[in-house]
């Protein structure tokens, strides 16, 4: 009979059999990934179609446009502690051009004014370029930027454009990077070794606030270590202690220590916000 196993050549002739085995599995071994890439692709259809939410996995980067490359990269990493992810440069061209300023260009022709004269650089013809530094901190990256002029070295000298005069917090389209202070770190002590190592450093733009009145800088540099923390212990920031501090380009920065039940709020938000995702809330 066809179907006698004893009359299989399968069987009879062993090594055809493993030949027809192996076929099969790599079949089957074929067909997984095949099968895995159409699982995924039918997920990135739906998320393709869904919120935009859903389709952001969180804050890649925060940046920061500095006057002197090599100053601003000291700071976030020889004080601040970051570490260089990867640095690149001397951008030039239409095409990055185009990308970074389209906006600002037509703002000059409509006000029919050189666009040089309201801070946009030619990186279409060469005559300025742009150099990039990311920076690594333990749950985000600070990219540093510098637009200088073609005959400028890389990361050395200063920036093409004038920094802004204007440096309050309350100018809207301000923006500041927050840093967050470890629980058991001492926040007054901190303040006052930041702004010692960024002096020793020649860093002078380095200045935190205090949370007593002063009226000079005299003033500012003798109030005692205490009023370095702004500690906030009512309301719904209750266990937030905070201070607003000058970088060394005059960027604003903040840092942070939550403690208490401020910080279970962000806990419970941080955890209800990873279910929701998980479950394709957003």
Not at 268 to 273: K, T
Request: glycine share 8%; with cysteine; charged share 25%.
């Amino acid at each position: 009979m066809a179907n006698d196993p004893k009359n299989s050549t399968d069987i009879a002739d062993p090594g055809r059999r493993e030949l027809i085995v192996a076929a099969g599995a790599i079949a089957v071994a074929a067909a997984a990934p095949a099968a895995m890439t159409q699982t995924s692709n039918d997920a990135s259809a739906r998320r393709n179609s869904g919120s935009l939410g859903g389709r952001l996995q969180g804050v890649q980067h925060f940046g920061l446009t500095v006057q002197n490359m090599d100053r601003a990269f000291a700071f976030y990493t020889e004080v601040l502690g970051g570490t260089e992810v990867m640095r690149d440069g001397d951008f030039q061209g239409e095409r990055i051009h185009n990308t970074l300023l389209t906006d600002q260009e037509i703002v000059a022709r409509e006000r029919k004014v050189n666009p040089r004269t309201i801070g946009i650089p030619d990186l279409k013809g060469g005559e300025q370029r742009l150099d990039v530094r990311f920076i690594q901190f333990d749950n985000v990256v600070i990219e540093l930027l510098q637009y200088r002029d073609a005959r400028q070295p890389m990361g050395g000298g200063e920036s093409w454009a004038e920094p802004r005069d204007h440096m309050s917090p309350a100018y809207p389209r301000s923006m500041h990077i927050c840093f967050y202070i470890r629980d058991d770190v001492d926040f007054n002590q901190f303040i006052h070794d930041l702004e010692a190592e960024s002096a020793r450093r020649g860093m002078t733009q380095v200045k935190a606030n205090r949370v007593v009145t002063v009226r000079t800088e005299k003033e500012r540099l003798a109030a005692p270590s205490s009023a370095n923390t702004n500690r906030i212990t009512e309301g719904k920031s209750n266990g937030w202690s905070l201070i607003y501090c000058k970088g060394p380009e005059g960027e604003q920065l903040e840092f942070v220590q939550a403690l208490g039940p401020v910080k279970q709020t962000f806990s419970n938000a941080f955890e209800a916000r990873r279910r929701l995702v998980a479950e394709g809330g957003i």
